[in-house]
């Protein structure tokens, strides 16, 4: 049969095979990681990932590259938090090629709203010692593939504003990030990455790789559950010509106590962090 069914001996097609063949994987640098990982077969031929089939080829793609990317970033992150953290100050030069989170031995990374899981699969692959912390507030999905990453890999049913969160990353951090702790957030939406940050700031996790999603929505003031953090950025944004999305990034950048474009002297535009 064209899709390579049972009956002819071979395995049918999965989306992540037609992701592969795809030309995504020649012009996307997250993606193109991802086929020369050996994570792949992994998720291919792992009988626990078999829920990851049924995902369609475009959400998987855009999942993929969004967990390859910030998986990539995070040895950046940690290496610049750590050299900060020597240095008693703002990091004024690069950071060197090496990884500095080696196998992950005494790491640990928080997955904030997680999902299913992408990026920390990502991690929990590319640092095979490395804990990692899954938080979402979700507990109708199929998490049947972290049984194929424990006890390393644990899933934990939160919401991101309650107390027990943070006090989870505290404890966390305490017993398995010895060595360096990063906190992730990947598509968070709304005031979703401005907690994501305090909660960053609040444990004294070492870095913040956060890629935010949409805008706050604005709602009446008695439904406003953390105040009007975010708010009035569209009009700003029409005002400024500025691009509204890009306008939030740069709004929680600053907010997170990141010095801009220029203020690091590596000229690659990210900055570098410091504490408030």
Not at 179 to 197: E, F, N, P, T, W
């Amino acid at each position: 049969s064209p899709g390579g069914g049972v009956g002819d001996g071979r395995r049918k097609k999965l989306a992540i095979d037609y992701l592969l063949e795809g030309e995504s994987v020649r012009t996307n640098p997250h993606l193109r990681a991802f086929s020369e990982s050996t994570l792949p077969d992994v998720l291919r031929d792992d009988p626990n990932f078999k829920s990851w089939a049924s995902i369609k080829s475009k959400s998987l793609r855009k999942e993929i590259a969004e967990a390859s990317a910030a998986a990539s970033r995070c040895p950046r992150a940690v290496a610049k938090a750590l050299e900060a953290r020597r240095e008693g100050s703002v990091v004024t030069g690069s950071t060197s090629g090496t990884d500095p989170l080696g196998d992950g031995t005494d790491v640990v990374f928080f997955d904030l709203c997680s999902g299913k899981g992408f990026t920390s699969v990502f991690l929990a692959h590319r640092y095979p010692n490395a804990r990692v912390v899954m938080v979402d507030a979700n507990a109708k999905m199929n998490l049947t593939h972290l049984k194929s990453l424990a006890p390393r890999v644990t899933f934990h049913c939160l919401d991101l504003y309650g107390e027990e969160t943070l006090a989870l990353l505290r404890r966390e951090m305490a017993t398995s990030g010895k060595k360096a702790s990063a906190v992730v957030g990947v598509h968070l939406c709304g005031d979703l990455a401005r907690r994501a940050i305090e909660l960053w700031d609040a444990s004294n996790a070492d870095a913040l790789v956060l890629s935010p999603c949409c805008l706050v929505r604005e709602v009446h003031a008695r439904r406003r559950p953390c105040g009007r953090f975010g708010y009035g950025l569209p009009l700003l944004a029409r005002k400024s010509g500025w691009d509204a999305y890009g306008l939030w990034c740069r709004f929680l950048f600053h907010h997170a106590g990141f010095v801009g474009d220029g203020g690091d002297g590596d000229g690659d535009g990210d900055g570098d962090a410091r504490r408030f």
